[in-house]
Each structure stands twice: as C-alpha cells, then as structure tokens.
C-alpha cells in the first residue's frame, strides 16, 4: 500500500508538474467552461426561462465537457516517446499509475471546477448562499466517480488512433446516470430544498464513485497491456 | 574459475501477434560481463525480442529467468519532452526507490550531461536524449541492460560517449544485450554476436579475434542458410 501510495504521488506530482510548466489542457478547459456558460445563458429565450431553470444542467454541461479536455491528455503525456514504457520498467505496482493518474485529473478537473463555480454564479445570478457546502459536497462526489472512469477509459482509448474522439463516445453513455443524479441534486440546492428529497440521487452518486472506483482500479492493468 | 552463473536464460520463447509468429522459439543466455550482440533483417524480431525480456510485452510461449534487475533503452526515449534532463531522473528514480532518485546527478556527469540537467528534455539534440535515456536506464544500476539501436543518429561525440560507457559496463560485469545494424561502432565492446532471423536465434558465436568484414560475412551466411 505504501508502494502504491509513494508512486502514486511521484506520478501525479509529475503530471501536476507537466501541467503547470505549459497550461495546455488548463486554459482550453477553463476557454470551454467560460465559452459554454455564457453560450447556454445566452440561448434561452428570458422571457420564457428563468436562468435558474437551466443553471443546473449548464454546470454539469460545463464540467463534463471542460474535464473530458484534460482526460483526454492524461495519457497523451506517456505517449509522447513512449514514456509510459518507462514507467512500466520500473518496480512500482501497476496500480498506482491509475492512483497517480486519477489524483492527477482530480486536482485538474477540482481546479477548473473551482474557477469554473463563481464564474456560474456570477452569469446565472444564483443565490446559493447556505447552499455552498451542499453544492461543493454533489460536485466532490460526482467528480470522483466521472474521473475515475474517464482515466480508465482514457488509458484505454490513447494507443487508438482516434483517442481524443473515442474518449467521449465511450465516457458519455457511462455517465448519464451520475450526471442526471447530479444535476438534480444541483437543482435542489440551487432552490433551497432540503437534501433529503434528494437522498436518492446522493446514494447512487455514492454508488457510481464506489463501484467505479473499485472496478478502475481492477481493471486498468488490462488497459497497459499490448 | 568457474564460470559465471547465467543472468538471463531465455529458453524457446515465441511471441504471437494474432496468428503471426514474429519470435518462433528463441533460447540463449546471458552472463555477467557478457555483451551479446543481437544482428538481424529489419523485421526480424529483434525489438520484441527486447520487449519480451523487458516484461513490456508479455511472451506468448516459453520461459524467461532474469537474475537481476533490468534496465532497457530503445529507440524511442521514454522521456518528457516538458521536464528537465534532472526532473526526469529525479522522477523515474523514485519509481525505482529512494536511493535511485539520488543517483540522477551522479548519472547526468557519467553521461556528460551536468551543464544541460536544468534544461528541458525537448530542447535536446538526438545524441543528448540519447545519453539521457541511457542514463535512466542505469538509475537502478541494473544486472542486465537491454540495448536497442543505442547508436542510432548519433554524432561522433556522443558515440564515442555511449560506446565508451557500455564498455565500462560491460568491464564491471553488467550483462549488455544490444539489437544494432552499427556492429563497427561496437567491436570494442560487445563479446559475443546472435543472429536472429525467422523468429529464431539461429546463430550465437563469441566475437573471437574476428573483424568486422568476417563477422559480416559470417552474418550474411548465416541470414542466407535461414
């Protein structure tokens, strides 16, 4: 467990590095985030819709959509002369390239999440005062489980030629439900209801991170395979 | 003296992709101080050979016996471009242990690379990436040390850098397994030439007092006869 856990941290340390030197990933994702949340204000006719009606669903289009940016390079980065056969000739259990991997994209997708929030707040003009706790509480738990998967898959999809294309296509069907759960859970705090009308949607967002986390990490030494 | 126990004992190892057989069978081995020259046709298997005996391609047939830790070098740097010659190091080294973290400054002045440490790995030439790569590869001060095409675009400088610290290797009893088609670069240091061609090892001769014309011939013959 320490083995993984050392390597882990090494790995995402690496990647965090990597990201803070050239800003790639982060500014498309954060261009994206702004892009689509003034994009979906601007689309509804406000006469007819209320902002508030559609700020739920245009933050989760907003962070599925700018956290697929920086999935799709998470392994971009071992590609690029084959770095990741480097790693691979080192003793560091296989499992803790997908801990280092997902801490990584964690700290990523948290990071333009937590620029990407006021941003919403401030285009949708959403009260959301108690409610702040709340939201960030639904955003932590459905991150998770979307990132996981989407550093599974991304792993899975980097030695394809269309990597950036199949990312999508096979990590949006997986995240209907959480997505869903998540914008309702969203809605009710963003209209001051009490989370237990909720508590459904809160259980299988908690499922969905469980379930995922286990089988991502099961699965991902198959994904290093050739 | 009794001979040195082997560190490396391949015995009928076939590697499949598909239905292809691109290694039919191939045993040999390896002792301490012994560099062994692998020769073939392009296509010949040469690199899965290496990747097999490295663990980054799993052998579809057949035993492998390492006794020791291996490092390898391809023709392809497992580096990033986006952090520095030191970083790098600094960074696989902790995947290997604490201790070879601590070896990257030791390793960039073996392969002349202290006044570069603080660049950033893309701004290399050919023949610098190269002796990185090297470099990475002895973090972990490994028994044998797998070598495919190490002298590819090189300019003489870093040849004669590269050939000259194989040579050391070889003289303090690491085992050096090296695919090349540069056999004049490396008569100085190799012991030992194997010929691989059909998916199998179908010659493995010591280098003798034999020059580079008459190996070549040897070569030839035996490719022709396969």
């Given at each position: 467990?320490?083995?993984?856990?050392?390597g882990a941290?090494a790995?995402?340390?690496?990647?965090?590095a990597?990201?803070w030197?050239?800003?790639?990933?982060?500014?498309?994702?954060m261009?994206?985030?702004?892009?689509?949340?003034?994009?979906l204000?601007?689309?509804?006719?406000p006469?007819?819709?209320?902002?508030?009606d559609?700020?739920?669903?245009?933050?989760?289009?907003?962070?599925?959509?700018?956290?697929?940016?920086?999935?799709?390079r998470?392994?971009?980065?071992?590609?690029?002369?084959?770095?990741?056969?480097?790693?691979?000739?080192?003793p560091v259990?296989?499992a803790?390239?997908?801990?280092g991997?997902?801490?990584?994209?964690?700290?990523?997708?948290?990071?333009?999440?937590?620029v990407?929030?006021?941003?919403?707040i401030?285009?949708?003009?959403?009260?959301?005062?108690?409610?702040?706790p709340?939201?960030?509480?639904?955003?932590?738990?459905a991150t998770?489980g979307?990132?996981a998967?989407?550093?599974?898959?991304?792993a899975m999809?980097?030695?394809?030629?269309?990597?950036?294309?199949?990312?999508?296509?096979?990590?949006?069907?997986?995240?209907?439900?959480p997505?869903?759960?998540?914008?309702?859970?969203?809605?009710?705090i963003l209209?001051?209801?009490p989370?237990?009308?909720?508590?459904?949607?809160?259980k299988l967002l908690?499922?969905?991170?469980?379930?995922?986390l286990?089988?991502?990490?099961?699965l991902?030494e198959?994904?290093l395979?050739e | 003296m009794?001979?040195?126990?082997?560190?490396l004992?391949?015995?009928d190892?076939?590697?499949?992709f598909?239905?292809?057989?691109?290694?039919?069978?191939?045993?040999?081995?390896?002792?301490?101080?012994?560099?062994l020259?692998?020769?073939?046709?392009n296509?010949?298997?040469k690199?899965?050979l290496?990747?097999v005996?490295?663990?980054?391609?799993?052998?579809?047939?057949?035993?492998?016996?390492?006794?020791?830790?291996?490092?390898?070098?391809?023709?392809y740097?497992?580096?990033?471009?986006?952090l520095?010659?030191?970083?790098?190091?600094?960074?696989?080294?902790?995947?290997h242990?604490?201790?070879?973290?601590?070896r990257?400054?030791?390793?960039l002045?073996?392969?002349?690379?202290?006044?570069?440490?603080?660049?950033?790995?893309?701004?290399?030439?050919?023949?610098?990436?190269q002796?990185l790569a090297?470099a990475?590869?002895?973090?972990?001060?490994?028994?044998?040390?797998?070598?495919d095409?190490?002298l590819?675009?090189?300019?003489?400088?870093?040849?004669?850098?590269?050939v000259?610290?194989?040579?050391g290797l070889?003289?303090?009893g690491?085992?050096l397994?090296?695919a090349?088609?540069?056999?004049?670069e490396?008569?100085?240091?190799?012991?030992s030439?194997?010929?691989?061609?059909?998916?199998?090892?179908?010659?493995?001769?010591?280098?003798?007092?034999?020059?580079?014309?008459?190996?070549t011939?040897?070569y030839?013959?035996?490719v022709?006869?396969?």
């Amino acid at each position: 467990m320490r083995e993984i856990l050392r390597g882990a941290l090494a790995i995402a340390a690496k990647d965090l590095a990597i990201e803070w030197r050239t800003k790639t990933a982060f500014v498309s994702s954060m261009t994206f985030a702004v892009l689509v949340l003034a994009v979906l204000f601007f689309a509804r006719d406000p006469t007819v819709v209320g902002a508030v009606d559609v700020a739920p669903g245009s933050l989760w289009v907003t962070f599925t959509f700018a956290a697929m940016i920086g999935l799709n390079r998470a392994f971009l980065l071992e590609r690029e002369n084959r770095a990741m056969d480097g790693i691979l000739l080192t003793p560091v259990p296989r499992a803790a390239v997908f801990v280092g991997k997902l801490l990584a994209n964690l700290v990523f997708v948290g990071t333009v999440e937590a620029v990407s929030l006021p941003l919403f707040i401030l285009f949708y003009d959403v009260s959301i005062g108690r409610g702040l706790p709340a939201l960030v509480l639904v955003i932590a738990i459905a991150t998770v489980g979307f990132v996981a998967l989407g550093t599974l898959l991304s792993a899975m999809v980097v030695r394809t030629r269309f990597a950036e294309l199949m990312l999508p296509l096979l990590l949006l069907p997986f995240l209907v439900p959480p997505i869903i759960g998540a914008v309702q859970v969203t809605a009710s705090i963003l209209a001051h209801r009490p989370l237990s009308e909720v508590a459904g949607w809160l259980k299988l967002l908690t499922a969905f991170d469980i379930v995922f986390l286990t089988v991502c990490t099961l699965l991902f030494e198959r994904t290093l395979e050739e | 003296m009794p001979p040195a126990e082997p560190v490396l004992v391949a015995r009928d190892v076939v590697r499949r992709f598909g239905y292809r057989p691109v290694l039919a069978g191939v045993s040999f081995t390896l002792a301490p101080g012994e560099a062994l020259m692998l020769v073939g046709p392009n296509g010949a298997g040469k690199t899965t050979l290496l990747r097999v005996l490295a663990g980054l391609l799993r052998a579809s047939g057949g035993t492998i016996e390492l006794r020791g830790n291996v490092g390898m070098v391809a023709h392809y740097s497992m580096l990033y471009d986006a952090l520095t010659a030191r970083e790098n190091l600094r960074f696989f080294g902790r995947l290997h242990d604490g201790r070879s973290a601590g070896r990257a400054d030791a390793l960039l002045e073996v392969m002349g690379l202290t006044a570069v440490g603080d660049q950033r790995v893309g701004s290399f030439s050919r023949g610098m990436t190269q002796r990185l790569a090297i470099a990475r590869a002895l973090l972990s001060d490994p028994d044998i040390l797998l070598l495919d095409e190490p002298l590819t675009g090189l300019d003489d400088a870093s040849l004669a850098k590269v050939v000259d610290v194989l040579g050391g290797l070889r003289a303090r009893g690491r085992a050096l397994l090296i695919a090349s088609h540069q056999l004049a670069e490396l008569m100085g240091v190799i012991t030992s030439v194997g010929v691989l061609a059909r998916g199998r090892l179908q010659a493995v001769e010591p280098v003798g007092g034999r020059g580079v014309d008459a190996i070549t011939a040897r070569y030839r013959e035996v490719v022709r006869g396969a």
